[in-house]
Nanobody, 122 residues
Framework: QVQLVESGGGLVQAGGSLRLSCAAS????????MAWFRQAPGKEREFAAG???????YYADSVKGRFTISRDNAKNTVALQMNSLKPEDTAVYYC????????????????WGQGTQVTVSS
């Protein structure tokens, strides 16, 4: 079992930056693949970025080159650095965990945080 708590969301102007953080409680954090998903109003939840147990990272095309995911196993945290933000990045961002796995589909993840709102104004 792992519990996830996101922080760092807020309101930012287009072109700005935000850093999201996800704190995990529980044991064996290093065995979890982690990911960030996002859900905009009226849209389905979509994959944004992921990092597996070996710290291999992968991104949705829409955020590649602008977002960076990282993890700190000593602190049980995963972060999402978001640069060059666009209004279309506005969404609730969710942290998710998948023990021993990784992937881009929400059904692959067993544990979810409550989400943090990111709003990008034009």
């Amino acid at each position: 079992q792992v519990q996830l708590v996101e922080s760092g969301g807020g309101l930012v102007q287009a072109g700005g930056s935000l850093r999201l953080s996800c704190a995990a409680s529980g044991r064996s954090f290093s065995t979890y693949g982690m990911a960030w998903f996002r859900q905009a109003p009226g849209k389905e939840r979509e994959f944004a970025a992921g990092i597996n147990c070996n710290s291999y990272t992968y991104y949705a095309d829409s955020v590649k080159g602008r977002f960076t995911i990282s993890r700190d196993n000593a602190k049980n945290t995963v972060a999402l650095q978001m640069n060059s933000l666009k209004p279309e990045d506005t969404a609730v961002y969710y942290c998710a965990a998948n023990q021993y796995g990784s992937g881009i589909y929400s059904a692959e993840y067993s544990y979810w945080g409550q989400g943090t709102q990111v709003t990008v104004s034009s």
